[in-house]
């Protein structure tokens, strides 16, 4: 699968579903896994979140907001990709990733469009800074609560809301600045985005202005309002419920038509995501991962300097990151790592912060997140296109968490 992904001789959503049914027929995982992933949290949020984004094109409020950002932006690329990243950065500290770049997918793109740059060149920073600012806060990313959780189960004092901040703030700094200054000669040359995908997503730009004035007030106060539940990360309304409720009051209210809901929805990304969830499950199931890991562990050993073991940790989640959900990875590797950390006489809050991190790090593949793969048909994006500026990314991260990471939790 990973040299299909990289030669892309075969579409990504059917490599997905292809190696997940591969390993359905040589019992590595059950029928049901195969399919199950299609009514899992992920998609209902991606699907939800897809219709929630297509609705501010649809009401106008996409191409209101595009012009008012590029008074302040300018129509300069660099100008944008200022703007696109602070404004993903701040939203994701709060808010799913997920979540983040679809709302602001269909507002890039309206800026883009309007100020006559590469629609394409501006979508890997906008999913890139989900990621990587999601380490500003606790519920910035599902994988950090999951570790947090982990490590209290574990006997390891939880991380604090913002104690990921101590990290996270340098990384997005740095991460800001990177496409700033040398980041931006690896994005696509050109613009390769899908002009048709485009032209569907948007819809119709010539809205009567009574209708922008009725609709795009609802359709904010329901987009800010899905948002705010989102960020209080309430169990009882979990973040899929949410979306969910949102996308469908957005069609009660004539906000998005039924037919544009279901056009909204890129079935690719929606393959490309319950493949590899079927693979992530194959991975644990099997014992792939567990054997990768333990091979990791043992490769460490006892005599290697507290540092090193940081970075072998931190590099290993990132790379497994790439291919497994984070939230699967960050399930599989705290309860290994943590104990190691333990029986080493590491810090195990400093263990946990890294593996929060580089969970939080899927640069190198368009299958590492839902944050990636969202933006692959708008973009008409291509593997490289994501590992050219993602290496660089995950070379930042990597020495701001060796840096960072022991001066505030000492090991």
Not at 225 to 246: F, R, T, Y
Not at 300 to 322: A, D, H, Q, W, Y
């Amino acid at each position: 699968m990973a040299i299909l992904f990289i030669t892309e001789k075969l579409p990504l959503a059917l490599t997905s579903m292809s190696g997940a049914a591969v390993l359905v027929l040589a019992g590595v995982i059950e029928i049901p896994d195969l399919f199950s992933a299609f009514s899992s949290s992920t998609v209902v949020l991606l699907v939800s979140m897809m219709i929630i984004g297509a609705s501010l094109f649809h009401t106008g409020i996409a191409s209101i907001m595009s012009d008012k950002i590029i008074q302040f932006t300018g129509t300069t690329e660099k100008g944008i990709m200022i703007g696109t990243l602070i404004s993903t950065a701040l939203l994701s500290s709060i808010c799913s990733g997920v979540a983040v770049v679809a709302m602001m997918l269909p507002i890039v793109i309206g800026i883009s469009t309007r100020a006559k740059v590469s629609v394409s060149r501006q979508l890997i920073p906008l999913c890139f800074a989900a990621s990587f600012a999601g380490n500003l806060t606790l519920v910035g990313a599902a994988s950090n609560v999951i570790v947090s959780g982990q490590m209290k189960i574990l006997g390891v004092r939880p991380l604090s809301f913002l104690e990921l901040g101590k990290v996270g703030l340098p990384i997005t700094i740095l991460g800001i600045l990177y496409f700033l200054i040398a980041g931006k000669a690896f994005l696509t040359p050109g613009d390769s985005s899908d002009k048709e995908y485009l032209y569907a997503f948007m819809g119709k730009t010539s809205i009567q202005s009574q209708s922008i004035s009725i609709k795009g007030i609802l359709n904010i106060v329901i987009l800010f309002a899905v948002l705010a539940a989102m960020a209080l990360d309430n169990d009882a309304l979990p973040m899929h419920l949410v979306a969910a409720l949102g996308a469908m009051v957005m069609v009660l209210t004539g906000c998005i038509k039924e037919n544009d809901a279901y056009k909204a929805v890129d079935w690719s990304t929606i393959f490309i995501v319950a493949g590899m969830s079927a693979v992530s499950k194959a991975m644990d199931a099997s014992g792939a991962a567990q054997l990768l890991s333990t091979s990791v562990a043992s490769m460490i050993g006892t005599e290697s300097s507290k540092l090193l073991v940081l970075f072998v940790i931190v590099g290993f989640t990132m790379l497994l990151t790439n291919f497994m959900m984070n939230t699967t990875t960050a399930v599989l590797l705290t309860p290994l790592f943590i104990p190691l950390a333990i029986a080493l006489e590491i810090n195990p809050v400093a263990v946990g912060v890294g593996i929060c991190v580089a969970a939080s790090s899927p640069f190198l593949t368009p299958v590492g997140s839902g944050t990636n793969t969202l933006i692959v048909k708008p973009g008409n994006l291509k593997f490289m296109d994501f590992f050219r500026p993602g290496l660089g990314v995950s070379i930042l991260i990597m020495a701001c968490s060796i840096v960072f990471i022991p001066l505030f939790w000492p090991l």
